[in-house]
């Protein structure tokens, strides 16, 4: 599965859009992009995942870039219960259920 | 709809002795999986069910844990003897896709 980066940290003003970017240039035809995320101590949850098309859920909108070496996740319009760690993961959806959590970007929102 | 449950949420054990953690998954859930993120350090993947068979258990740390899932209906991680880096939280998760979709709330395992 292709490595990704994602910033540490990232602050987001409690109501406006919370835009998350994630980095995966070596990204394969084949691979995924899914996002996660944490809050606090609580299980990890599941967002919204793409292969090369936009995608938008009740949760949030994935942008993946044309050549998708980069995906950005948007939270349109951040409360202070979005503030979590936010993981971005590559991975080929037909594999077995690893996933390989990397430390993610920390998201606080502040109000 | 009933998520992901586990049991216990909490479990302080001395060194040595055995600890099993359950796992609920989803109803009709076929795939079943493990992961745990023990002191400060990532989310770990740890195995895999898809109904009663070990799919993948490629990170299962050492011959000490023990993971079972009987019917393919909830599963056991049987820590046997227990050490002091096996601490940390042990997330099961269930879906019917891969890779998982719903986490449980973790059992918090701390070994004295």
């Known amino acids: 599965d292709a490595k990704t980066t994602q910033p540490p940290s990232m602050d987001c003003a409690e109501g406006r859009a919370a835009n998350l970017p994630c980095n995966h240039s070596t990204i394969s035809g084949n691979e995924y992009v899914y996002w996660y995320r944490q809050i606090h101590s609580q299980g990890p949850q599941y967002i919204i995942h793409g292969l090369k098309n936009n995608e938008t859920n009740e949760m949030a909108s994935l942008i993946i870039t044309e050549d998708r070496k980069s995906s950005t996740l948007i939270l349109p319009h951040a409360t202070l219960r979005d503030t979590a760690v936010y993981y971005c993961?590559?991975?080929?959806?037909?594999?077995?259920?690893?996933?390989?959590f990397g430390q993610g970007t920390t998201l606080q929102v502040k109000p | 709809e009933a998520g992901v449950t586990q049991f216990p949420s909490h479990s302080v054990i001395e060194k040595g002795q055995t600890v099993t953690l359950r796992c609920d998954p989803i109803?009709?859930?076929?795939?079943l999986y493990w992961y745990r993120r023990v002191m400060g350090k990532e989310i770990k993947f740890l195995l895999h069910f898809v109904k009663e068979s070990k799919q993948d258990e490629s990170g299962m740390p050492n011959n000490r844990f023990l993971a079972e899932r009987t019917g393919g209906t909830y599963s056991t991680l049987k820590v046997q003897p227990a050490e002091l880096e096996d601490s940390g939280v042990y997330f099961c998760a269930s879906s019917q896709e891969r890779p998982p979709r719903f986490f449980g709330p973790g059992t918090r395992l701390t070994v004295l």
């Open positions: 993961i590559v991975r080929v959806s037909s594999n077995t259920g690893k996933l390989i």
């Open positions: 109803s009709g859930h076929d795939n």
